[in-house]
């Protein structure tokens, strides 16, 4: 089409380039202007996320913490399907998990759910490995076993800032150890995670608390585990979920709903002054018998001493102890804690506890004797809490090694096959399926994507069995430009070494008296005279900061003279490395008093006027500036034969 409207079209300003300007920008205005009703089924479903690659890869980077720390503790991963019987979840009464779920009936009758957690799943997979008539855990390597997992799972409730329908949970569990050292290991685990993040404690606390201390509590003003509400359903494990909403609720709230269950306003009232005690201790004088026989007595043993390993551990300082942490889910047994924003800004982080009785509750009596222990650590939370803290790494590009251009089609065959041959030497490689119409383009394309290095498949080179291969994070230290180097195809695996050897090389040093003298015995005087002269003394490649002066021209209305040659000098220098910068001023006897120049894009923001002083000046210093300069020679000078007599002066070669 082009063609032919340059044929049709008789103005001798429209060329081809500019009618194929003119139509991009005409298609990407109608595409602005144009409207479409977007159909809903577009949209992620309510509750639910789309993870495109820039959130993908902060995925994975919060995953490959969570993987890491659990390696460092010693546990092994696993997974299971996100569908399950609905029967696994319907445990006691009470809980709100059991009316939240994705549940359904399948074509054969089954009545399943997508998973609303990971704990009855891990029980599961436990019990399949067990002896339910003796209680035996016939897994290889035996008790304990310390697994994690990384599950989607998937619940319908009401969406807010850090609550999902669909919320990945970081699960760390062990199975098999009845005493505190088990609780202690996962509290660390997931302290080591907030440092690794970053993220201190006082930031982020960890409440703990004991089931047994509030299930002694709670019998002692009337509420035991044997009791039934009025309607025959648990009365202990309905007051937990009750409790378990005080931050929530507050105090008058939950008083009313433990009305409801037939616990009485005094009994809710001690209840209530117990849960805000301020430490172990205290609880202690509430809840143990003045005669020390109290069953309360080891639960409250079992709470200090998890504490003292705590600090000997060296992660104590996470640690506050809160009466009032329960944990909604019925099946905590012993202790149990909670993770949370010490700002007051975000809901739970992370919580976990002791359930020793849930695999009785599947397997039956033969497993009552088979402990467990574990944490459920949701993505939501935590990526709220890092985004607010800016500690959310910046991930950019694809993360490929190479991208690998063929100059044009016919070329391509070769290109696939040098690329197969890198990601045969273990590199990630991106070979791009269509050339670019403009080779800088190809160049543009591997920069955004993050490769380290290009590779243009170019004619010229193939035909001396070579490909020219360039590093686009590194720079030749003689010139200050990207590193180039020509590798046999036969030698693809040499390219590491070769882009080595060039980066050990010495820079160059610059000769300034030689310069000098040169400019002297000429005479060159006018400005331009003394351009081509610097840039015939000593190579631009040779350098990457530097700083050269030249005398102004005629007089001060004759700017677009100077902007002539500025631009001449911008146009000479823009090929230098972007971490590099140069500096020019000229001191004349007439009007204009200075000029400064810094390396730039664009030469027309050289040009501002102040008018107090009439300097001309560019105040960026583009991205490394003069800090970056090791060292300076400084000499002030004036040449004898200068027909204007104006000054040449602040002449510095930086290296």
């Known amino acids: 089409m082009k063609k032919r409207l340059a044929e049709e079209i008789s103005s001798p300003d429209w060329t081809e380039k500019k009618i194929e300007k003119e139509l991009d920008r005409l298609a990407l205005e109608a595409n602005k202007n144009a409207s479409i009703n977007r159909p809903s089924y577009l949209d992620a479903p309510s509750g639910t996320r789309d993870f495109y690659p820039p959130d993908l890869f902060v995925r994975n980077w919060l995953f490959g913490k969570f993987k890491e720390v659990a390696a460092e503790f010693g546990f092994v991963e696993y997974d299971a399907p ?18 939240q779920m994705y549940n359904f009936v399948d074509k054969e009758g ?33 008790l304990p076993l310390k697994w994690f997992s990384i599950p989607q799972c998937w619940r319908f409730e009401t969406t807010q800032r850090g ?38 404690p006082d930031v982020v606390g960890i409440k ?10 709670l019998a002692k003003y009337g509420v035991s585990k044997q009791d039934k509400d009025k309607d025959g359903g648990d009365l202990f494990s309905k007051a937990c979920v009750i409790i378990d909403k005080l931050d929530k609720i507050g105090a008058c709230a939950v008083k009313e709903e433990l009305a409801k269950i037939g616990i009485s306003e005094e009994s809710s009232l001690a209840i209530l002054k117990a849960l805000d005690a301020p430490s172990i201790e205290a609880l202690a004088e509430i809840v143990i018998d003045d005669d020390g026989s109290s069953s309360a007595s080891e639960a409250i043993a079992e709470v200090q001493r998890l504490f003292s390993l705590a600090k000997d551990y060296g992660f104590d300082d996470y640690l506050i102890f809160d009466a009032s942490v329960v944990r909604g889910l019925a099946y905590y047994t012993g202790i149990v804690w909670e993770a949370f924003d010490r700002r007051g800004e975000l809901r739970a982080i992370m919580g976990g506890g002791r359930y020793d009785r849930l695999l009785e509750l599947y397997g039956g009596k033969a497993c009552a004797n088979i402990p467990c222990v574990g944490f459920g650590f949701g993505d939501c939370v935590i990526m709220e809490l890092l985004n607010d803290l800016n500690l959310v790494p910046r991930f950019t590009g694809s993360g490929v090694d190479y991208v690998v251009c063929a100059y044009n089609q016919d070329l391509y065959g070769k290109a696939a096959w040098i690329a197969s041959q890198l990601r045969a030497s273990g590199k990630k490689v991106d070979l791009m399926p269509t050339p670019k119409k403009k080779v800088a383009n190809s160049f543009k394309h591997a920069d955004v994507s993050g490769a380290r290095r290009m590779v243009f498949v170019a004619p010229d080179e193939v035909e001396r069995s070579v490909v020219r291969i ?29 882009i080595q050897s060039v980066m050990e090389k010495a820079p160059a040093v610059f000769d300034l008296a030689a310069w000098k003298s040169t400019y002297l015995e000429k005479g060159k005087t006018s400005s331009a005279a003394v351009m081509d002269d610097f840039w015939s003394t000593f190579d631009k490649k040779n350098w990457s900061i530097w700083k050269a002066v030249y005398d102004y ?12 040659i500025v631009t001449d000098f911008m146009e000479k220098t823009k090929s230098l490395s972007d971490s590099c910068f140069g500096v020019m001023q000229i001191y004349s006897s ?3 008093e200075g000029l400064w120049l810094v390396r730039g894009e664009d030469p027309e923001l050289l040009f501002g006027t102040n008018e107090d002083t009439s300097w001309f000046t560019w105040s960026q210093l583009g991205p490394d500036p003069s800090d970056q ?13 200068s027909p204007n007599n104006k000054e040449i002066a602040d002449m510095q070669i930086f290296t």
């Open 553 to 564: 021209p005629d007089d001060n209305e004759d700017l677009e003279s100077t902007k002539i």
């Open 163 to 200: 609550r999902k329908r669909e919320h990945y949970q970081w699960n760390m569990d062990m199975v098999g150890v009845e005493h505190v050292h088990a609780e202690v290991e996962l509290l660390a685990a997931a302290s080591s995670f907030f440092r690794k993040c970053q993220i201190g």
């Open 629 to 641: 300069v090791k060292s300076a020679v400084a000499e002030l000078w004036t040449p004898t034969d």
């Open 110 to 142: 089954d009545h399943v759910t997508l998973r609303p957690e990971m704990t009855p799943t891990l029980a599961r997979l436990v019990l399949n490995q067990t002896n339910l008539s003796t209680g035996e855990v016939a897994v290889e390597g035996g």
């Open 590 to 592: 007439l009007e204009i």
């Open 82 to 99: 996100v569908l399950e019987h609905v029967e696994l979840y319907e445990r006691k009464a009470g809980e709100e998990i059991v009316d």
């Open 470 to 498: 360039k590093d686009l994070r590194s720079k030749d230290p003689t010139t200050g430009e990207a590193i180039q180097v020509d590798v046999p195809l036969n030698e693809l695996h040499t390219v590491d070494q070769r």
């Open 208 to 217: 703990v608390n004991s089931r047994k201390v509030l299930e002694a509590l």
